[in-house]
Structure formats: structure tokens, C-alpha cells
């Protein structure tokens, strides 16, 4: 199977990553299901790199449908060690403007419909979840992003709510109450998944909006979601080329999420069962045969 490096998945707005050379798509299997398109490979600066549009070409996967542990076994299943995800997101700070990029550090789950583990069936892991985002691949988003135009915050709190309604006034409150910075959809499972799947994952999460909570702007809207993601796609592009050779500069992952499941797996070896270990080898094989 072909490999990659880098993986990106494109939120709403950004479905195709045109400065891709050597493009070609790939159609990946796994045991959750089918990923929620085919997946382009392609070079960008030099560096393999693995793109998947998370709601499917013409956006037509709900963000409770998005089947993320298909998605994210299939960026595991070529090779990739760093993802990106592409996010909309609504602020809920006076100080984090639309079309401005935040690089969050932190995750509160508002989810509820979600299957958001690999494991079960005879197979028990726990990881290890206190920082979220991978601190040292959104070091480098964060710097990437700095070298283009754009304004870019480090750090922040992304609640991620279940949808598809925005919020009510009442929960726009009681978040802003809670301290979260930004408020979006689709985080959530990917970052628990990633971690399981120890790949290092981090976010460049697109301001939109306010939310519904400011007094002078306007509730959020689609038509408002779309034109604010579209006047930063650029952004987005060029901070990816920059991204790349970033990535591919690392001679090895010293951070947790490398070695994520090395202290994780909490069943016996011997009790799992073998369908379990044949399913899951992919991710498990260096730990349990």
C-alpha cells in the first residue's frame, strides 16, 4: 500500500488541495467501514502527504454521520504520522475574530452519538488524554500559519457540540461561562481516535463566526460559515506547504502520542480474542501478537 507522512483532513469549504503534485486516489478499507471519500495522495513540497475531505466531496456527511474511525484507521493504515485537521469554528471571545486561525490546545466533549474508541469485544485500553492536541505538531502549525498573512492565536479551549443545530442563546452563555475559547463540530472523535491510533494530531481551527452570543454580530449562519472559510482557503494552502517540509524535517516523535497504547492496553494478551488482534493489527501489532 502506498504511504504517507503527513495527513490532512479538509473541513467545511476545504475539499481539495490544488498545489498537490503526483495526484492520485486511493481507496482504503478498514474495518470500521469506508472512509468518507477516497483518499488523495499526492506530493506537496516534496512531502508525502494524505488528504481526505471530511464531510465527502460536495458535503454531504452530517458531522454525527462522519464515520472518524474509519478515517482515522485509514491514515494509520498508510503510514501517516502527523494529521492536521481543517476546522470551522465559531468564537466565543470579543478577541478572536472571524477568519482569524486558532491553534487549540485543549478539547471539551459536548458529543453525544459518537463512537469514539476502536477498542471493546474482549480488548480494554485507556489512553492517556490530558493534552489533547499534540503539543509539538501544533508548535508547527502554529508556526506555519505565522508565516502567512493571517492572524493566528496559540492555545485555546475547543468545545465541540453535536449538531447539526448551532447553538441556542442559553448555551452560548453557559459555554462563554465555562471559559471555552472556540465551539465547533467535528473535533470530536477524531482526537481521541488519533490518539489510539498514536498518530500526532493537531488543529487549524478557521473563526467564522460568534456564535450567537455577541450583541452587535449577527447569529451564526451557513452563508456566513462558507464566505468567511472561503476568504481564508488560501491561508490554509499556503500554511500547508509551509507545513510539510516542517514535518518531514523530524528525525523522531519524542511526544506521548508516539507511543500512546505502550501503557494503555489494560487486558491480558492471552484473553483477547483473536478476531479482536486480526482486526485491530494495524494498530496493535508492535504491542500484542
Known amino acids: 500500500m502506498e504511504r504517507a507522512i503527513l495527513g490532512v483532513i479538509g473541513g467545511s469549504g476545504?475539499?481539495?488541495?490544488?498545489?498537490?503534485?503526483?495526484?492520485?486516489?486511493?481507496?482504503?478499507?478498514?474495518?470500521?467501514?469506508d472512509p468518507s471519500d477516497l483518499i488523495v495522495l499526492g506530493s506537496l513540497s516534496g512531502v508525502p502527504v494524505a488528504f481526505l475531505p471530511r464531510h465527502g466531496r460536495g458535503h454531504r456527511i452530517m458531522p454525527t454521520e462522519v464515520n472518524s474511525r474509519a478515517n482515522i484507521y485509514a491514515f494509520r493504515s498508510l503510514g501517516v504520522q502527523y494529521l492536521v485537521s481543517i476546522s470551522a469554528c465559531g468564537s466565543m471571545r470579543e478577541d478572536l475574530k472571524p477568519r482569524d486561525i486558532v491553534i487549540p490546545d485543549q478539547i471539551f466533549d459536548r458529543t453525544k452519538a459518537r463512537p469514539s474508541t476502536f477498542f471493546g469485544d474482549g480488548l480494554v485500553v485507556h489512553i492517556s488524554f490530558d493534552e489533547p492536541y499534540c503539543p509539538m505538531l501544533s508548535?508547527?502549525?502554529?508556526?506555519?500559519?505565522?508565516?502567512?498573512?493571517?492572524?493566528?492565536?496559540?492555545?485555546?479551549?475547543f468545545l465541540v457540540m453535536e449538531g447539526p443545530q448551532f447553538s441556542t442563546k442559553a448555551e452560548s452563555r453557559i459555554y462563554r461561562q465555562w471559559g471555552v475559547d472556540v465551539i465547533g463540530m467535528t473535533a470530536l472523535p477524531e482526537a481521541k481516535l488519533a490518539r489510539e491510533a498514536e498518530i500526532c494530531y493537531a488543529a487549524m481551527a478557521h473563526v467564522t463566526d460568534y456564535d450567537v452570543w455577541h450583541a452587535t454580530e449577527s447569529p451564526v449562519t451557513v452563508s456566513m460559515l462558507i464566505d468567511n472559510l472561503n476568504a481564508n482557503a488560501a491561508v490554509t494552502k499556503?500554511?500547508?506547504?509551509?507545513?510539510?517540509?516542517?514535518?518531514?524535517?523530524?528525525?523522531d516523535r519524542t511526544c506521548k502520542c508516539a507511543s500512546a497504547l505502550s501503557s494503555a492496553?489494560?487486558?491480558?494478551?492471552?484473553?483477547?480474542?483473536?478476531s479482536v488482534k486480526a482486526r485491530l493489527g494495524v494498530l496493535i501489532s508492535k504491542y500484542i501478537q
Open 265 to 274: 492496553i489494560i487486558t491480558r494478551p492471552e484473553v483477547i480474542p483473536a
Open 139 to 157: 508548535d508547527l502549525v502554529y508556526r506555519a500559519v505565522q508565516s502567512t498573512d493571517a492572524t493566528v492565536h496559540r492555545g485555546g479551549t
Open 14 to 33: 476545504v475539499y481539495e488541495i490544488e498545489t498537490l503534485t503526483d495526484v492520485r486516489e486511493v481507496k482504503v478499507s478498514t474495518p470500521f467501514g
Open 238 to 251: 499556503q500554511a500547508l506547504t509551509y507545513l510539510a517540509p516542517m514535518v518531514a524535517q523530524q528525525q
